[in-house]
Nanobody, 124 residues
């Protein structure tokens, strides 16, 4: 079974930093498109940052220059470094994997097959 387990969420102050981790198992990690998504209070889940094996990295405009997606292939882990956090970044952050690479719309939730349980990030 494929498992994605997020960790690293918590409470941060505005302007602070936080690093999320996603440990994966059960999939051929370096073949898939991996991404971070979030659900802000009262809003639909949205794509934040994606690492696609063919397309490269993609970020939503609201986090460009502040968030960085990275990975450790040896550990089959994905990371999201979040700097200069804002109150509006508060939400539940999810790790996801797509059973493909070269997605036409890498930030679109519909392209992803497996999801973690989410980790809460609160900026206050």
């Amino acid at each position: 079974d494929v498992q994605l387990v997020e960790s690293g969420g918590g409470l941060a102050q505005p302007g602070g930093s936080m690093r999320l981790s996603c440990d994966t198992s059960g999939l051929s990690y370096n073949k898939y498109c991996m991404g971070w998504f979030r659900q802000l209070p009262g809003k639909e889940r949205e794509g934040v940052a994606v690492l696609d094996r063919i397309v490269g990295t993609t970020c939503v405009d609201s986090v460009k220059g502040r968030f960085t997606i990275s990975e450790d292939n040896a550990k089959a882990s994905l990371y999201l470094q979040m700097n200069d956090l804002k109150v509006e970044d508060t939400g539940v952050y999810y790790c996801a994997a797509a059973a493909a690479a070269g997605l036409d719309y890498p930030l679109d939730l519909a392209g992803y097959n497996w999801w973690g349980q989410g980790t809460q990030v609160t900026v206050s």
